[in-house]
């Protein structure tokens, strides 16, 4: 589903990204995790063309991305689930929702998309007409997710979905994970809470300095402490 090979990246002079190749097959749960700084988030960016100067190649089903426009990546059915969130605070959940819906053909059936959310999403059914930034960090990460699932992306970038939510949230977040996969979503997890993003991963990729130094099935790697200690202590 997602074939990244020999990835660079740029943030001016200085280059972050230093030849990454990674793949997630279609239906699986992959995990990228490493320490802070190692250049997840610029991954899942370049991945999105969030970054102006990159190289190599991106492709989802087949498709070349890199070099083309966010909004291509969108109409690929890529979804994107940023590390801050990127809610709009003063709209309703209602009208936030409506906004991952604005570069999508679902956009013609908003009204039916909407209901979906509201049954997977019931915290947030019950917040509709709630201002979006009155709610907890746990309800405004469930709503930056809702927003990417109601275009109903093939592929999924979460970016540390966990990252300042209780523990009850953060549960009820990843069973849904489970069941997205399950519906036939395929997702790639940025997370710095190794053992429960490992939990239900199928793989994993381990990330330092800008390049992938290990990947293993996410069993294997969550027995390997050695590993752990090495790559994924903050
Ligand atoms: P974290 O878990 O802290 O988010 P990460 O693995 O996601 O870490 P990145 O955010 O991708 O790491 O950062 C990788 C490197 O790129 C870091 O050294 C960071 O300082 C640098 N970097 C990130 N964004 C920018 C930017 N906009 N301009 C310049 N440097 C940046």
Not at 17 to 32: A, F, H, K, N, Y
Request: charged share 25%; proline share 4%.
């Amino acid at each position: 589903m997602l074939l990244v090979e020999g990835l660079h990246a740029w943030y001016g002079p200085i280059d972050i990204l230093q030849g990454v190749d990674l793949e997630v097959r279609r239906g699986e749960i992959v995990c990228l995790v490493g320490r802070n700084g190692a250049g997840k988030t610029t991954t899942l960016r370049s991945i999105m063309g969030l970054v102006p100067r990159t190289a190599g190649r991106v492709s989802v089903a087949g498709q070349a991305l890199l070099g083309q426009p966010a909004h291509r990546r969108l109409a690929a059915g890529v979804g994107f689930v940023p590390e801050e969130r990127r809610i709009v605070p003063g709209l309703t959940v209602r009208d936030n929702l409506r906004l991952g819906l604005l570069a999508s053909p679902l956009r013609r059936r908003e009204a039916d998309r909407i209901r979906e959310m509201a049954a997977i999403f019931p915290r947030l059914a019950e917040r509709f007409d709630q201002i979006a930034v009155t709610m907890s960090g746990g309800e405004q990460q469930m709503l930056a997710i809702a927003r990417a699932m109601i275009a109903d992306p093939r592929l999924i970038l979460l970016d540390e979905p966990s990252e300042g939510i209780m523990p009850v949230l953060v549960d009820e977040m990843l069973a849904l994970f489970v069941r997205m996969k399950r519906a036939g979503t395929t997702i790639l997890l940025v997370e710095q809470n190794v053992e429960l993003a490992l939990g239900i991963a199928d793989r994993a990729y381990v990330m330092d300095q800008g390049m992938i130094v290990h990947h293993a099935g996410a069993a294997e790697l969550l027995a390997d402490t050695a590993i752990q200690e090495r790559y994924c202590a903050v």
